[in-house]
């Protein structure tokens, strides 16, 4: 089956400052890739997504880039706000799945004042 | 919009009893929803997946005697955790599908549950 590595674990930036996590994926039929934040004892809440059709998107300060070949795609988050602190989600769903997501392992992202 | 609610949120009981937590899609009629379990500081692990009119899809390792899911209706699925114990005890989310199956999932706010 799909399995989906995330790194870094944490992340700790200065407010203002970019933040990029990282994904890969192992099932290259795989063919949409969201993102979800996280904040303590909530619900994941999707921030963006990506198709295999599209190589970036970008939404304000959070953009996703997707390297079909590599297998791996990108969240990037510019001129981060202490709000912004979560934890964070890549996400991939198998070329077989019915919308079945496999999780990454999570990022503790950390905007310090 | 997508909204999914989830109940009851918080859950205290004693081992050996079974409970159940409900899965709603509020605004749109949903053919599959998931269920996860997620640990303290770890990710969310898929225990199954729920259609509307059929069986559910549990993933390996999962009871299915256990975790008894029912999707009844194309906007209601219930997790049931039966004869519940401590090790059960965890953060159940639930998760909807708008639409095809390349569709982003909306979470409910999930229910913590805790075995005594």
């Known amino acids: 089956g799909e399995n989906v590595e995330q790194h870094p674990s944490t992340l700790s930036v200065q407010e203002g400052d970019s933040a990029v996590i990282k994904c890969t994926y192992s099932?290259?039929?795989?063919?949409?890739f969201p993102w979800y934040k996280q904040e303590l004892g909530k619900r994941p809440q999707l921030i963006i997504d990506?198709?295999?059709?599209?190589g970036e998107k970008k939404d304000q300060r959070i953009a996703v880039t997707l390297n079909k070949t590599a297998k791996h795609f990108s969240l990037h988050i510019t001129e981060t706000q202490p709000e912004d602190s979560a934890v964070y989600f890549c996400?991939?769903?198998?070329?077989?799945?019915?919308?079945?997501?496999?999780f990454g392992q999570g990022t503790i992202l950390t905007v310090h004042p | 919009g997508a909204v999914v609610s989830q109940h009851p949120s918080w859950v205290i009981c004693k081992s050996g009893t079974s409970v159940k937590i409900e899965c709603r899609s509020l605004?749109?009629?949903?053919?599959?929803m998931f269920w996860y379990r997620q640990f303290p500081k770890q990710s969310l692990m898929l225990m199954a997946t729920?259609?509307?009119?059929?069986?559910?899809?549990?993933e390996q390792g999962v009871e299915k005697d256990k975790f008894l899911i029912n999707h009844a209706s194309l906007t209601l699925s219930t997790l049931t955790v039966t004869s519940a114990h401590p090790e059960d005890s965890s953060f159940y989310i639930c998760?909807?599908?708008?639409?095809?199956?390349?569709?982003?999932?909306?979470f409910g706010d999930g229910t913590r549950l805790s075995i005594l």
């Open positions: 996400a991939s769903k198998g070329g077989t799945s019915y919308g079945k997501l496999t």
């Open positions: 099932d290259s039929a795989s063919n949409y």
């Open positions: 990506i198709r295999s059709n599209v």
């Open positions: 605004d749109f009629q949903a053919t599959t």
């Open positions: 729920s259609n509307e009119g059929s069986k559910a899809t549990y």
């Open positions: 998760s909807a599908i708008k639409g095809s199956g390349s569709q982003p999932q909306h």
